[in-house]
Structure formats: C-alpha cells, structure tokens
C-alpha cells in the first residue's frame, strides 16, 4: 500500500501523487477505481464530421468569391451540408430508439426541404410532395410495427397522436389552398383516418391516462 | 412486460430537471464495499429481484405540457463493470444504473428518482439478495418490509399540513470556494476512510454529535483555506436532512429538505465555539416545527396556480436561471447517517459510501459498524479542503485513515 509521508496517510489511487496533497508517492499497484476511457467513438465522429463541414464551407464560399462572384452557389452547398449534418445527428441522438428518431428525422427532412424549396425559388413542391409522401411512409411504417412485428408500441403513443395530425396537415393546407396537389392529399388523410379508427379501436381506454399524464397541471 | 404506470414528480425533484448540467448531473452514487470480489451474473439476477420489489425505480422521465413525470420504462436494467466517472449522466431511459468494479458494487441513480436515503433502500436490498445469491443465506426479505405502495408513496402530499406557519429563511450571500478549476467537467471523487469508534470518541470529547463535529471541522478547514478579507461573507454549508427521521415514512423516493447552515466567521473562535454555535442551528433548524412549516411553505408554493400553467420548458428555463443565480451556500454535506444491515451480512460487507455530484465541493459521509467514509466530489484541481480536514483529524488524535481516490 502506498503512503504518503507528507500527510502521515495511506493512498490508494491511480495516479503517482497524493491525492491530498500533490506530493509524489509510490504507484498503487492495484487501484480500486478503474482506468476510464474519456472520449467515445461517436463524439470522434462528431468532432471529424464539424471539422469537415466548416472546412468544407469554408473552402467553397472562398471559390465561389474567386471564380463566381456573381453566382451565389456556395450557399446552397454550405445548406446541403447543413442539411447532411442535421441527418446525421438525428441518427446519432436518436440511435436507441427508433421510432422517436425516425418522428425527429422526418420533421428534419420536412424543415430542410421546406428551405430548400424557398432557396431555389418557391414551388411548392415540398408541401405538395414531400409533406405527404412522410406523412404517408411514417403512417405505413407505425401500421407495420403495430400489426406485423411484436413492437411495444405504447411506449410512443404520443407519437402516434402527433402523427395522426401530421397526415391531416396535407388536406387542411389543400382546402386552405397552400397545397395545390390533391391526391397525395388524399391518400396521406386517408391514412390518418386508418390510423385514427385504429388507434380508438385498439387504444381508446389509455386516452384518458395518456392525457392525464402529459397535461396534469 | 411490466404493467405501465406513471408518477408525478414529488416536491424535491421537481426543481431537480432544470438545475441539471453537465458539471451537477444530479446524479449521485451509492457503493457498497464487499470483502470479496463481485460476481457479474448473481449481481445481474440480484438486480432483477430488488427491481421487482421496487417497480417506480425502473422508470423514465418524460415531460409533459406543464410538469415532467415519471413513466414504466420497458428497458431493462442490467449490471455492468464501471467504466465511467462516479456520477456522470447516465445513458439510456432508466434514471439509475448499477454496476460494479472488483468488490465494489455502485448504484448511480439521477436525484429525481430517489433521496440518498431512498436509494439506499435499493442498494441494501439489491446487495442482501446478491449475497443470498452467493452465500447461501435468505434474509433479504428482512432488510425492507414496507410494502410496495408506502415505498413509492410521495410523502411530501402525505405530511404537509398546509399549516398557516410559513418559512422563507433569508440568507445572506456566502463565501464562494476559489480554487482553480479542473479543466474538464468530471469531478475527482476522494474518499476518506475512518474508524467510526474514533470519531465518536472524540466527538463526545466535545460533547457533540458526530454530524456536528465534523460539520465544524469542515468549517473551521474552510476558514483555514479562505483569504481573510472574503471571509465578511458567511461559509454557507447546505445540509439535507432526512424527513423520514421525523416523519413516519417508509417511501423510497424523495423525502428530505436543505437546510443552509451559515457560519459568519469571527477571528477568536475556536473548534469549540463552532460546535456551539452548530448545536444551537442544528436544534433550531431540525426541530419538527420548523420541518412541518418548511414542509407546508414548499407545497403551498407548488400549488400556486401561476406557476402550475407555465409550460414545462419554460418552467425548467426560469427555475434554471433563478437557482444559477443563488448564491448562498459554499458547499454541501450529506450525512446518510449509520446503515443497518440484518447481522448476518456484516460478514460480507466491509463498507458502505456515497458521492454526490456538485458544482464545486460535496461532502457525504456514511457509517457502516466501524467504518465511517466520507467522499468529496470536487471540481478543483487542489484539495486543501480536503486536506486540511484530514490533517485536523489526525491531529485530533485519530489512527485509522486511509485516502482512496480516481484521481489521475
Ligand atoms: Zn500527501
């Protein structure tokens, strides 16, 4: 055992000094805490992934200065990236659960489409399309895990309320006309309503606890 | 699959969400010291064992609109050898973890789950029924007998009177601990391991109890450490205590108030005049009047409606500034107080410890038969304190003291 003559104790610690009083002491040959690995793999793939972006960024607007001062193109490279980069932390943050991830993950593709719409001049493509088209695969997506696999899914039911939402959202805009494209409409409301009948059939008597437990005041 | 069932959040860990951070996860740890060295696979059906006997344990937080809550997750709990810092934020759903390191068992478990006493509960059912496991014993049905319903009781609800007596106690703003910084977020844990018989003996020399005594020997190694001019500002050392002491409780989940203890230094005092002046504190602050109006005061102010209706993320954003600004205390000390174990395990278990997570310096002490540990969790590179505390004891005439430490 190792001891510290300075403070009259005896030490057991993983590093070559008292821990009292920083004095040099005889390694412990045996510690009873463990060695412990700071960074994990994932945080070194964050760290590489910004670095790349920004340098990447960087490069392309100083090119983008040089060669084409007139054409504004790097900013739809630096909103790809972006966009890559918000993909990749969804997976990241959301890699134990699946069905939160795949909730985040489709709002993100939403918002960056949305963007992506109004930067090369607004047409409306990702409402009429995209937003559908989401609603719709999540929809299929949440049916499958229900019937097909033994997916314990009343852990997200929250989700399926936010969801059922989403694929009315489709049809609202298209009376409201912000959508022009009707039949993608249709069918994403058409799933909501699937949806909806299902989750009343299979879930109604949680509705009230569900409610009880996210709104209690 | 467990049944789904979800809890409020008691009094004491609704403010917990929003004060925690990367440098106070609010997590603390539990360790129990066996003699011999743990075996992974009865430990992981140990754990099963307490887990069902205690179902809220295995929940998640999740927020609602107005108040987080707590909810059956579907993960299971399972052990593992340590490889992270003792109170570090925990991975996954499950708001406690269990794993363990040569003969040492570690409970790490988030503040809003459970108190330390609480969660002691926990550790010393799951290490009855490890050691049944592995000895050949059946006694871990006599470490809790409360039923299940009185241990996940919130027994803030049960005891407030919502007297008409209220206490909002004015502090003065303390003595802040300068030391330098460790530059990454993980505290260093030091551990100091003494002989309870001793410390009990020098103790009663002071007639004090041992709580007092090293609560004054903690202050005096802070004045020792303090540049004088800072010390116009009171050392302020924030005290839990145990409800459960004074209320008829048997719930495993949080029950125990702060209390701040602020010292207002004066050159010409000595060991003795502190010990004094904490006896006095301690009766004033402890008495059951005060705890039953401190009681009443929080659980009125839960009930205020304005505050109720404010949506949850905004609850957590100003709650978080305004505990960022208080500035009242200069470190805390936890005394988890004797643990008792049935007799038969003392064979087996040679120590219990705690740690507790901090912004800058908590002690927490434990006793178990003879061995009293305390912990320091610190954010700063130099440990005076620390050192200063274990040097007055010394010179106070204690033999045993042995220093365990992670730091690098
Ligand atoms: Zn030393």
């Given at each position: 055992m190792a001891k510290c003559n300075k403070c009259n104790v005896e030490v057991d610690t993983r590093g070559e000094r008292c821990p009292l009083c920083a004095a040099k002491i005889e390694k412990t040959i045996d510690p009873t805490y463990p060695t412990i690995k700071t960074t994990s793999t994932w945080q070194f793939i964050k760290r590489i992934m910004i670095i790349f972006v920004l340098c990447t960024s960087i490069i392309v607007v100083f090119l983008n200065g040089f060669l084409?001062?007139?054409?504004?193109?790097s900013v739809f490279v630096i909103a790809a990236l972006l966009s890559m980069y918000t993909v990749f932390l969804g997976i990241v943050k959301g890699r134990k659960r699946i069905l939160s991830m795949m909730f985040y993950m489709s709002f993100a593709i939403l918002a960056i489409t949305f963007i992506w719409d109004r930067l090369i001049g607004y047409k409306g493509w990702s409402l009429n399309y995209v937003l559908p088209s989401v609603a719709i695969g999540y929809g299929v997506f949440l049916l499958i895990l229900r019937?097909?696999?033994?997916?314990?899914?009343e852990n997200y039911r929250g989700y399926i309320y936010l969801h059922i939402l989403l694929e009315f959202l489709p049809l609202v805009m298209y009376v409201k006309n912000v959508v022009t494209f009707e039949p993608l409409a249709l069918v994403s409301a058409c799933f909501g309503t699937i949806n909806l009948l299902v989750l009343l059939l299979f879930d109604f008597s949680h509705l009230k606890n569900d409610l009880g437990m996210r709104l209690h005041i | 699959m467990r049944e789904k069932r979800w809890y409020k959040l008691d009094n004491s860990a609704k403010i917990i969400p929003s004060m925690?951070?990367?440098?106070?996860?609010n997590v603390f740890r539990l360790v129990c010291s066996l003699k011999e060295k743990v075996e992974a696979d009865k430990l992981a059906i140990a754990l099963k064992m307490t887990c069902e006997e205690f179902p809220m344990f295995t929940c998640k937080m999740k927020s609602g609109l107005f108040w987080h809550y707590l909810e059956t997750s579907s993960s299971e709990p399972f052990v593992e050898e340590d490889h992270v810092y003792p109170c570090s934020k925990l991975d996954g759903d499950l708001l406690f973890k269990v794993t363990y390191y040569k003969n040492r068992i570690n409970l790490d478990m988030y503040h809003v789950l459970a108190d330390g006493n609480g969660a002691l509960e926990f550790l010393k059912y799951l290490v009855a029924c490890y050691l049944d496991l592995v000895y050949g014993l059946?006694?871990?049905?006599?470490v809790n007998t409360a039923s299940i319903y009185a241990r996940e009781s919130d027994d803030f609800k049960k005891f407030s009177k919502f007297g008409k007596k209220k206490v909002y106690d004015k502090y003065k703003s303390a003595y802040k601990l300068k030391f330098p910084r460790k530059e990454n977020t993980v505290g260093d844990v030091i551990e100091v391991h003494l002989s309870a018989s001793e410390i009990k003996r020098i103790a009663h020399e002071c007639d004090c109890t041992v709580t007092v005594y090293l609560t004054a020997v903690l202050i005096r190694s802070i004045v020792q450490c303090a540049h004088v001019g800072d010390l116009k500002k009171p050392i302020g050392i924030i005290v839990p205590i145990d409800l459960r002491g004074i209320f008829p409780s048997q719930t495993v989940r949080n029950f125990f108030y702060t209390v701040n203890i602020q010292y207002e230094y004066r050159e010409e005092d000595t060991l003795l005049d502190i010990i004094k002046f904490l006896k006095e504190k301690f009766s004033e602050k402890f008495s059951k009047e005060n705890l039953q109006a401190l009681l009443d005061s929080y659980m009125s102010l839960e009930k205020l409606l304005l505050l109720r209706i404010i949506p949850n993320f905004l609850k957590d954003f100003i709650l978080g500034i305004i505990t960022g600004f208080r500035n009242t205390e200069t470190m805390g000390f936890s005394n988890l107080g004797v643990v008792e174990m049935p007799e038969v395990y003392s064979d087996y278990i040679c120590a219990f410890s705690g740690v507790m997570s901090t912004v800058d310096l908590h002690l927490t002490t434990m006793t178990y038969n003879d061995e009293l540990r305390f912990s320091f969790m610190s954010?700063?590179?130099?440990?005076e304190i620390e050192r200063n505390m274990v040097k007055f004891l010394k010179d106070a005439g204690i033999e045993k003291c042995k220093i365990v430490s992670n730091k690098e």
């Amino acid at each position: 055992m190792a001891k510290c003559n300075k403070c009259n104790v005896e030490v057991d610690t993983r590093g070559e000094r008292c821990p009292l009083c920083a004095a040099k002491i005889e390694k412990t040959i045996d510690p009873t805490y463990p060695t412990i690995k700071t960074t994990s793999t994932w945080q070194f793939i964050k760290r590489i992934m910004i670095i790349f972006v920004l340098c990447t960024s960087i490069i392309v607007v100083f090119l983008n200065g040089f060669l084409t001062p007139n054409m504004k193109w790097s900013v739809f490279v630096i909103a790809a990236l972006l966009s890559m980069y918000t993909v990749f932390l969804g997976i990241v943050k959301g890699r134990k659960r699946i069905l939160s991830m795949m909730f985040y993950m489709s709002f993100a593709i939403l918002a960056i489409t949305f963007i992506w719409d109004r930067l090369i001049g607004y047409k409306g493509w990702s409402l009429n399309y995209v937003l559908p088209s989401v609603a719709i695969g999540y929809g299929v997506f949440l049916l499958i895990l229900r019937f097909v696999s033994h997916f314990a899914i009343e852990n997200y039911r929250g989700y399926i309320y936010l969801h059922i939402l989403l694929e009315f959202l489709p049809l609202v805009m298209y009376v409201k006309n912000v959508v022009t494209f009707e039949p993608l409409a249709l069918v994403s409301a058409c799933f909501g309503t699937i949806n909806l009948l299902v989750l009343l059939l299979f879930d109604f008597s949680h509705l009230k606890n569900d409610l009880g437990m996210r709104l209690h005041i | 699959m467990r049944e789904k069932r979800w809890y409020k959040l008691d009094n004491s860990a609704k403010i917990i969400p929003s004060m925690t951070n990367n440098l106070n996860t609010n997590v603390f740890r539990l360790v129990c010291s066996l003699k011999e060295k743990v075996e992974a696979d009865k430990l992981a059906i140990a754990l099963k064992m307490t887990c069902e006997e205690f179902p809220m344990f295995t929940c998640k937080m999740k927020s609602g609109l107005f108040w987080h809550y707590l909810e059956t997750s579907s993960s299971e709990p399972f052990v593992e050898e340590d490889h992270v810092y003792p109170c570090s934020k925990l991975d996954g759903d499950l708001l406690f973890k269990v794993t363990y390191y040569k003969n040492r068992i570690n409970l790490d478990m988030y503040h809003v789950l459970a108190d330390g006493n609480g969660a002691l509960e926990f550790l010393k059912y799951l290490v009855a029924c490890y050691l049944d496991l592995v000895y050949g014993l059946s006694h871990h049905d006599k470490v809790n007998t409360a039923s299940i319903y009185a241990r996940e009781s919130d027994d803030f609800k049960k005891f407030s009177k919502f007297g008409k007596k209220k206490v909002y106690d004015k502090y003065k703003s303390a003595y802040k601990l300068k030391f330098p910084r460790k530059e990454n977020t993980v505290g260093d844990v030091i551990e100091v391991h003494l002989s309870a018989s001793e410390i009990k003996r020098i103790a009663h020399e002071c007639d004090c109890t041992v709580t007092v005594y090293l609560t004054a020997v903690l202050i005096r190694s802070i004045v020792q450490c303090a540049h004088v001019g800072d010390l116009k500002k009171p050392i302020g050392i924030i005290v839990p205590i145990d409800l459960r002491g004074i209320f008829p409780s048997q719930t495993v989940r949080n029950f125990f108030y702060t209390v701040n203890i602020q010292y207002e230094y004066r050159e010409e005092d000595t060991l003795l005049d502190i010990i004094k002046f904490l006896k006095e504190k301690f009766s004033e602050k402890f008495s059951k009047e005060n705890l039953q109006a401190l009681l009443d005061s929080y659980m009125s102010l839960e009930k205020l409606l304005l505050l109720r209706i404010i949506p949850n993320f905004l609850k957590d954003f100003i709650l978080g500034i305004i505990t960022g600004f208080r500035n009242t205390e200069t470190m805390g000390f936890s005394n988890l107080g004797v643990v008792e174990m049935p007799e038969v395990y003392s064979d087996y278990i040679c120590a219990f410890s705690g740690v507790m997570s901090t912004v800058d310096l908590h002690l927490t002490t434990m006793t178990y038969n003879d061995e009293l540990r305390f912990s320091f969790m610190s954010h700063f590179v130099t440990n005076e304190i620390e050192r200063n505390m274990v040097k007055f004891l010394k010179d106070a005439g204690i033999e045993k003291c042995k220093i365990v430490s992670n730091k690098e």
